[in-house]
């Protein structure tokens, strides 16, 4: 008797449990989960050996806008140029840094028989034959090579701040010298003779003087490559030569960087 009253107690109970549930108002709110948000944590980069381009060597080729057509380059005008910049990078944004350093920029331009009388006694720089006789004579091969101090700033982007030696990167810039020598380089004299070119002498001629140029130069710069590597474009701001004196000359170079350290 008493396992029958037991059982029919836990029957009621369970009835009464299910009837309140069911009968809940159809307006009452459904209960939800509150969702926490986790702040975003800034990525952190470990810049304290990262390699970026602390030592650059450029090779290109150069050449003279603005150049009339009595004077005549030939072959392969180049320029080299070598620094050594600080990098700084920017603490909000890794991938910007600002740099700054010091080097050697150098151009050699090729002539084409012409030769630039860098030490003349006019007021005028003269690019033409060099005349020493009734026939006419010339250099068959001359170089013009300017050498300058030049302070470089660049303004530097990298996809992985820390893994600059891995990554793209792009940088714009400028930088301003100060000339340190002018020079000419001659060899193979050679005259016109009824007509045929006659070889004279196989002696160098070298001469130095910066009295035809304009001794400050500011020069617009270009990098953009990957890794060690950057294709570089500079185009000179200022004029080669000084006010009065020659063609309003503007070197522009476009050429290979490698950078490391």
């Known amino acids: 008797m008493k396992k029958i009253l037991l059982f029919s107690a836990l029957t009621f109970a369970a009835y009464c449990i299910n009837a309140q549930v069911d009968t809940l108002p159809a307006n009452t709110p459904e209960l939800k989960v509150a969702k926490t948000t986790v702040p975003k944590t800034k990525k952190k980069y470990d810049l304290s050996k990262r390699p970026n381009d602390h030592f650059l060597l450029q090779i290109g080729y150069t050449q003279w806008l603005d150049q009339p057509d009595?004077?005549?380059?030939?072959?392969?005008?180049?320029s080299i140029n070598s620094y050594f910049m600080f990098d700084f990078p920017f603490k909000t944004t890794p991938q910007l840094s600002a740099a700054i350093g010091l080097g050697i920029g150098s151009d050699r331009i090729s002539f084409n028989r012409d030769y630039p009388d860098i030490k003349g006694q006019t007021n005028t720089l003269r690019f033409n034959y060099r005349t020493t006789s009734p026939d006419t004579t010339f250099f068959k091969k001359t170089k013009l090579t300017t050498t300058y101090l030049e302070a470089p700033i660049e303004l530097r982007y990298v996809?992985?701040?820390?893994?600059?030696?891995k990554s793209f990167k792009v940088a714009l810039g400028v930088k301003v010298g100060t000339m340190l020598k002018a020079g000419t380089r001659a060899r193979k004299l050679t005259a016109i003779r009824q007509g045929a070119e006659v070889a004279l002498n196989d002696y160098v001629l070298k001469e130095a003087s910066k009295q035809y140029f304009n001794t400050t130069r500011v020069v617009g710069t270009v990098r953009v490559g990957f890794g060690h590597f950057t294709v570089f474009g500079n185009y000179q701001?200022?004029?080669?030569?000084?006010?009065?004196v020659g063609p309003e000359i503007k070197p522009f170079t476009i050429g290979l960087t490698i950078g490391g350290l």
């Open 159 to 165: 996809a992985k701040p820390d893994q600059s030696d």
């Open 237 to 244: 701001f200022t004029k080669l030569l000084k006010d009065g």
């Open 70 to 78: 009595s004077i005549d380059t030939k072959g392969f005008s180049r």
